[in-house]
């Protein structure tokens, strides 16, 4: 049960036209993979750091996010995904 309270607390989550975009801060190591690679421009690197020292992505264009499932595949440390809205993924 703790672990799911400490997931919510390092979870941020987005609401997007077709559903969620979720970043575990926590998770990430800066890579900037899911920065360079989204078709639509939706995230930049954020100003603050994680507690790795880290800067994580921050939807900065949101209302452009599709929920294409990209930025989930290409992070190498599952540290952002998407939810569609009514799927169970």
Same mark, same amino acid.
């Given at each position: 049960?703790? &672990?799911?309270?400490? #997931?919510? #607390? &390092? &979870? !941020? #989550?987005?609401?997007?036209?077709?559903?969620?975009?979720?970043?575990?801060?926590?998770?990430?190591?800066?890579?900037?993979?899911?920065?360079?690679?989204?078709?639509?421009?939706?995230?930049?690197?954020?100003?603050?750091?994680? !507690? #790795?020292?880290?800067?994580?992505?921050?939807?900065?264009?949101?209302?452009?996010?599709?929920?294409?499932?990209?930025?989930?595949?290409?992070?190498?440390?599952?540290?952002?995904?998407?939810?569609? !809205?009514?799927?169970?993924?």
């Amino acid at each position: 049960m703790s &672990t799911e309270i400490e #997931k919510e #607390k &390092t &979870t !941020e #989550k987005w609401p997007t036209d077709q559903g969620y975009l979720y970043i575990r801060e926590d998770y990430c190591k800066g890579c900037g993979y899911c920065i360079e690679f989204c078709p639509q421009e939706v995230l930049e690197e954020s100003e603050g750091f994680n !507690e #790795k020292g880290y800067h994580p992505p921050e939807p900065t264009a949101i209302d452009k996010c599709v929920n294409c499932g990209f930025c989930s595949i290409i992070c190498p440390d599952f540290a952002i995904w998407d939810e569609k !809205e009514g799927s169970n993924e």
